[in-house]
Each structure stands twice: as C-alpha cells, then as structure tokens.
C-alpha cells in the first residue's frame, strides 16, 4: 500500500541523532563468546526459574528457566555447552539478578520447537509464550500477554519509528528482513483475530517505508522525525488518530503495538520453531572505532561486543545500555545482555555533556516538550524537599511515560528523570 503521512502530536524534542554513524552497517553476527551468563529476568514481572543444574550440558535454544505466572517469561541457553555456575549478580539495570553461566563446547547442537504450518490464532498464541518472546522495543511487556487484550482490538500498530538517537538495528531489520518482519505481523494480527496492519516509520527512513510499500494488507505511515515518536501512546495517535487516556491501555482504544523486532522474533518462532535467544542491537558512539549493528546471543558479556567494535575504554565518559534517552547508563563493561538490550553506546565527554545541574530557571521547557502534558520541574522541586506526595500529585508522575525529553532540554541540567524514578518508586512502595 502506497505510505500515508501520519498525525502531529504536541511536545517531544529533535535530538541530534548520530544514525548516520551505523545506519549503513548490514547486522552481522557476533561471533559466539566463551561464555554467557543468562539473566533470568529478562521481562517486566517475576524471574523464571531454572530447570538446569550446574554440570548439565545443554543445546543452543534449550529451555533453562521456566515463566514463573503470566507475566515472566521462558529463558534458553543461547550456546550450546555446559552450565557452570548459576549465582545472583547485579544486572545493567543495577538490581541483583540470578544468572546461568554457560561455557561454549565448541559444537553447534540445537534444540528448537516443531515449526507451525497455517497455525491458527490459539498455536500462535501458545508458541509465542512458549517461545519466551518479550516485547524487544525496550519494555519487556511478555507478548503472550498482549496479544491476548481483555477488551477486543480491531488494529495492529508495528512499532518502527526507533525515534531514540544512535540506534539503528531496527532500520537494518526492516531493510534486511521486511518479509519476515511482515510475516511476523501478520501472524500477530491472527492471533488478535484483526485484519487492519499499520507500520509507523519515521521520514528519516524512506528506504523502510518504500520496503513496506510492497504489501497488498500493510498500510506504511510516515510519522515526522521527533522524540518520542515510538512511544506507545504517541505512536498510536499519529497512526489513527486515537488518544490512549491517563491510566488506560492501547487495547481500550482498539489497538495493540508491536515492535518490528518482536513481529521478527514471532515469525522465526512459528516458522523455525526458534526461541528467542539472540536479537539485533546497536553498538555506537564516538568512542567506538567500528560502530555496527550485530546479532548477538543473550546473555553476551558486553566486554565482547566492545572488543569485536573497537570501543575505546578511555576515551569512553559515558557507557549506555540502549538508547541515549531511555537507556541505563553503565558502570562497566562487566555485564551481560538481556533481551531487551537494543545498544551499546560508548559516548565521549563532548557527547556525554555532563554538566552540573544548576537551579531551576522556571523557563517551563520541560512541560513545552512534555508529551504527556506534564509538569516534571514540580516533581523535581517536591521530590528534591522530600515531600513525595505533592511530587507525585502536582507532577502527575504516575502518568510519565519516562522518555527523558524534559531533562534533554533542561537548561540547567535538572536531573529530572532521577526526580521522576525515585517518585514513581515511592508510590509503587506506597501500595
Ligand atoms: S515528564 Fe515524563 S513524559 Fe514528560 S517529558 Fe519528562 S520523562 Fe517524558
Ligand atoms: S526546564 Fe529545567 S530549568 Fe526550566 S522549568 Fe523545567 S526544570 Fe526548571
């Protein structure tokens, strides 16, 4: 179908992007590392719980941690070896998480699910959870959950804005595997029991759009290059013009988003049988010599994927874990990947540009760009004078969607995600 340009929405910032830095790099594999140390929480909820002991020798795409409940999802050994240790360690997000440690064997051995032929809606369903795939646009929503809404759906979104600067693995996926990502989405929209399939893109990705344009069910939209074009609810206005409230879900509006890397994943998963247990990401930012865009196992010691991009520890002020707006900042290189890991960034201190923060001007910027229609300095002045109550209701900050636009345009370097977190953890801890 011939793209249509998408909707406006209020708010949102024009980062600089450095895309060009890696947008041209085809994805390549990482070669296999020595050894992997697997998280067992790698979703929103509960960790799984392992089903391997330490000795066992395991095949590439062997169940080695169980969903514990709905929302949590399956883990697989993403090489084929032996399990040598399985101990709690903290994870890039800072909170300690138990890890399976794999040593390669050097073989090639996989274990995969039977592929599905014309599956219907309920093997879709079922082969996802049991596939153990998340939602990979960064959120770690389990997907057997969102594709089973309480309230029915009538539209699928796919999520390919990837409106967070530097990253560039989800350009390369809808370049390099537009068919599969179709047949993804599709799959997805049986399983809804939906027809109507929209593709958001940014305009800064005419080669995607222009890919997308040669499916007869896909309606590609041009969404305009601003941040946080991806995020969920703004993701929705812009494609169909409906405005998800404070509080509700994408499927009380008919809709669900998925990403393209997630419509990637469900296609291997049904077809192949593959579980999810490696994913594309990113690796960028001027202190890193070769910047590419990689397939890598979960559970990858990020020291590998610098050594094998030339990544720079000294000239390196910043290390990130996803995108610069949302990602987590790094205190090394002696973490592992999750599934949801989309980048790695190392930034120079011109990129990084830490300045100290300095009192708040009251210039309103940060509810200029807001596209929640928030106000992030009263959190920050209320949070900062330990009244957590009027932070969280003065600031609305149950309803932030996190996309960090407001610190980025702060002139005076409020830190005001940390604000926000520390509010929003306050008011988790309060239930
Ligand atoms: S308050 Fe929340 S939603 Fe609004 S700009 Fe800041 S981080 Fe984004
Ligand atoms: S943008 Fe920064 S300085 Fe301006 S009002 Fe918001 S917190 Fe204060």
Redesign the pocket.
């Known amino acids: 179908m011939k793209a249509v340009k998408g909707k406006y929405y209020f708010?949102g910032v024009h980062p600089h992007d450095e895309k060009k830095l890696s947008q041209t790099a085809a994805l390549e594999v990482l070669p296999v590392p020595e050894t992997v140390a697997i998280s067992l929480s790698q979703s929103l909820g509960k960790p799984a719980v392992p089903v391997v002991e330490v000795g066992a020798e395991v095949k590439e795409g062997e169940l080695i941690a169980k969903a514990d409940g709905a929302i949590s999802s399956n883990v697989f050994a993403s090489i084929c070896g032996t399990v040598t240790e399985i101990k709690t360690l903290q994870g890039m997000n800072g909170n300690d998480e138990t890890h399976i440690f794999i040593k390669a064997n050097g073989k090639n051995d996989k274990s995969e699910l039977p592929p599905l032929s014309e599956p219907s809606a309920d093997e879709i369903k079922e082969r996802i959870k049991d596939a153990g795939i998340v939602g990979l646009g960064g959120a770690g929503f389990p997907t057997a959950v969102k594709v089973s809404p309480k309230t029915p759906v009538d539209t699928l979104i796919v999520n390919g804005a990837e409106c967070e600067p530097y990253l560039t693995c989800d350009h390369r996926l809808m370049c390099e595997k537009t068919d599969e990502i179709a047949r993804g989405a599709r799959y997805i929209a049986k399983a809804l029991g939906v027809t109507k399939i929209l593709i958001g893109i940014e305009a800064n990705k005419p080669d995607c759009i222009a890919a997308f344009e040669n499916y007869d069910d896909i309606q590609p939209v041009i969404l305009k290059k601003q941040y946080p074009m991806g995020g969920e609810k703004q993701l929705i206005y812009v494609t169909t013009g409906r405005k998800v409230g404070i509080g509700k879900l994408p499927a009380d509006v008919g809709t669900i988003v998925q990403n393209v890397a997630t419509c990637y994943a469900v296609c291997e998963a049904v077809e192949l049988g593959k579980p999810l247990y490696e994913r594309a990401l990113t690796v960028s930012g001027r202190a890193v010599q070769n910047p590419k865009n990689l397939w890598v196992k979960v559970g990858t010691p990020i020291q590998a994927i610098v050594d094998f991009c030339g990544g720079n520890a000294e000239l390196t002020k910043k290390a990130v874990a996803g995108g610069p707006m949302t990602g987590v900042a790094l205190g090394g290189f002696d973490s592992y990947t999750h599934k949801t890991t989309s980048g790695i960034l190392l930034m120079t201190e011109k990129e990084a540009a830490a300045d100290e923060p300095t009192p708040c001007l009251n210039c309103g910027k940060?509810a200029d760009?807001?596209?929640?229609h928030?106000m992030?300095m009263n959190t920050a002045f209320y949070s900062a004078a330990g009244d957590m109550e009027a932070a969280a209701k003065y600031g609305n900050t149950a309803a932030?969607?996190?996309?960090?636009?407001?610190?980025y345009v702060c002139p005076a370097k409020r830190p005001?995600?940390q604000a926000?977190r520390k509010t929003k953890a306050y008011l988790r801890n309060r239930k």
């Open positions: 708010g940060c760009v807001c596209p929640m928030l992030p932030c969607i996190e996309c960090g636009a407001c610190e005001l995600i926000i």
